[in-house]
């Protein structure tokens, strides 16, 4: 896996594509008006720093990209798919503190 220290933006058109090409990838979904998302994405953002190389981040704006969000069952954001070798493996739904969030999704690598 290439070492990219950020969150990578997904929309319905790339979805299958990047899951597929990744080993293990967190997917975002949120929106810009989710005070919620808001809280979550600085923790996403450092989390992608620290795990560069390990796991992929990524955000999929379910207001521009709502066949994804519909096709997962995305009821209420933020809410976290995580993803080992193209299979769904867990799901967070809303924010939580980093330790917490961190300790759910290491528990996959």
């Avoid at 005070?35 to 981040?57: N, T, V």
Wanted: glycine letters at 4%; aromatic letters at 8%.
């Amino acid at each position: 896996m290439s070492r990219i220290d950020h969150p990578i933006e997904i929309t319905d058109e790339n979805f299958d594509e990047i899951i597929r090409k990744s080993e293990f990838i967190v997917v975002d979904f949120w929106a810009s008006w989710c005070p919620p998302c808001r809280i979550l994405a600085p923790e996403i953002d450092s989390l992608a720093k620290d795990y560069a190389g390990k796991i992929l981040f990524g955000k999929l704006d379910v207001d521009k990209n709502p066949s994804t969000a519909a096709k997962y069952g995305v009821m209420s954001i933020p809410t976290l798919l995580i993803f080992k070798k193209g299979k769904l493996v867990d799901r967070i739904v809303g924010a939580m503190p980093r330790k917490l969030l961190e300790d759910r999704i290491t528990q996959h690598l």
